[in-house]
DNA sequence: CCCCTTTTTAGAATTATTCTAATTTAGTTA
DNA sequence: TAACTAAATTAGAATAATTCTAAAAAGGGG
């Protein structure tokens, strides 16, 4: 069932399945809406923010979600991670996109050449306008 | 002159040559040390701080510099983006490093596929970390 | 060299995020 | 399943990066 997938998914990254971030992870699987901590707040208004934020850091710390904040909001948005993909943000309307038809595997060895370091993963973002506005 | 190439950039996309904005402008021209705000205000202080915040964002708006806002230290970083190019962050150090070795035309390409829009620019941050690093 | 708009500035204000320290809980062990 | 303990949660205070304000200064077209 769900919740033990949950739960599965948070143990198997060292994390103590509580209510809490069982609640939290459901969230962000459920919503395509790349929120911030504000908006998962007032949604799951029960969990305080403090733990919505502590939560929040641990999942990106164990890499189960990830954090873009490249927006002109000044907040945090966060998105859960489950496959690796990339985002492709409409400039117009801040709105992100997921995307994953791009294999990253060239451009991690050219990372490698350039760095000698050791490739771990990555954050792209693409941004672009709608066709149909002028100029 | 450099001075006049600088105004130049400055003029060319609409913004004002103060005195302000060459030396801020050059500064990120001349080192590679990806700084914040207040780093810049360090070593340029007597600018205000206000300024050095309102002319990154200027700079930032017309395409000069871009920002990196992925490290953990809580601050904006600021690039001069002369010619486009990606970072590669050492996850260990925070250090971040300049490339440009990597077509990203066909990600381009997947991009507006996916999306529809018209592309206009990119950020992409590879993580890696040291190959020695045991484990 | 005016004039007018844009830019700069100091300091106050804002607010997203972090911290603190006390309470609760997950999950392991007996 | 009860006890235990390290980890997690919480409310509220604190922090600090960034933004705002409104008054003074300056760029550059004419």
């Known amino acids: 069932m ?5 739960r599965d ?12 971030r069982l609640s939290i992870l459901d969230y962000l699987m459920t919503h395509e809406t790349h929120p911030t901590a504000e908006m998962i707040h007032v949604d799951l208004s029960s969990i ?12 990106v710390d ?5 954090v873009i904040d490249t927006l002109k909001d000044d907040k945090r948005h ?10 492709i943000i409409n400039s117009s309307t801040n709105e992100i996109i997921d995307a994953d038809n791009f294999d990253v595997a060239p451009l991690f060895e050219a990372a490698r ?16 306008v709608d066709p149909d506005q002028a100029k």
């Open 9 to 20: 998914i948070l143990q198997s990254h060292g994390l103590k399945a509580t209510f809490q």
């Open 62 to 66: 164990v890499g189960i979600i990830i």
């Open 48 to 59: 305080s923010l403090a733990t919505i934020y502590n939560t929040l850091d641990k999942l």
């Open 2 to 6: 769900v919740d033990q997938t949950l």
């Open 113 to 128: 050449q350039a760095s000698g370091l050791n490739i771990t993963g990555f954050h792209i973002e693409i941004y672009g």
């Open 78 to 87: 966060y998105d859960y991670y489950g496959e690796p993909h990339y985002h």
